[in-house]
């Protein structure tokens, strides 16, 4: 019903920036957050920033000041902007929403949604 594409992610050297991006698309009435969050090699899921409608952010502390999530409402997307990156950061980066799906707004419900995950690798 609905489906989370990333995009953005790659091979980048220590200090080098990258911006990811996660667009939302299937039967959305309402996107309330809208999250990121990195599974590093041999570790659980973290979460690092997360957005809502009203576009107030939150971000782990391991990030603040190096990532920025920003949210583009008419386009169902979020981005992060990921600044200063170090070979601690290789991860696979997912994004996840809290979506009201449906054919109608009567129909919906609100359910949470995950993307696939785009690989970033920081390495020299």
């Known amino acids: 019903q609905v489906q989370l594409v990333e995009s953005g992610g790659g091979l980048v050297q220590p200090g080098g920036s990258l911006r990811l991006s996660c667009a939302a698309s299937?039967?959305?009435?309402?996107?309330?957050?809208m999250d990121w969050y990195r599974q590093r090699p041999g570790k659980e899921r973290d979460f690092l920033a997360g957005?809502?409608?009203?576009?107030?952010?939150n971000y782990a502390g391991s990030v603040r000041g190096r990532f920025t999530i920003s949210r583009d409402n008419g386009k169902n997307t979020v981005y992060l902007q990921m600044n200063n990156l170090q070979p601690d950061d290789t991860a696979v980066y997912y994004c996840?929403?809290?979506?009201?799906?449906?054919?109608?707004?009567?129909?919906?419900?609100?359910?949470?949604?995950w993307g696939q995950g785009t690989q970033v690798t920081v390495s020299s």
């Open positions: 996840s929403a809290f979506v009201q799906a449906g054919t109608t707004r009567r129909s919906s419900r609100w359910d949470d949604y």
């Open positions: 299937g039967s959305i009435v309402s996107i309330a957050a």
């Open positions: 957005i809502d409608r009203a576009l107030v952010a």
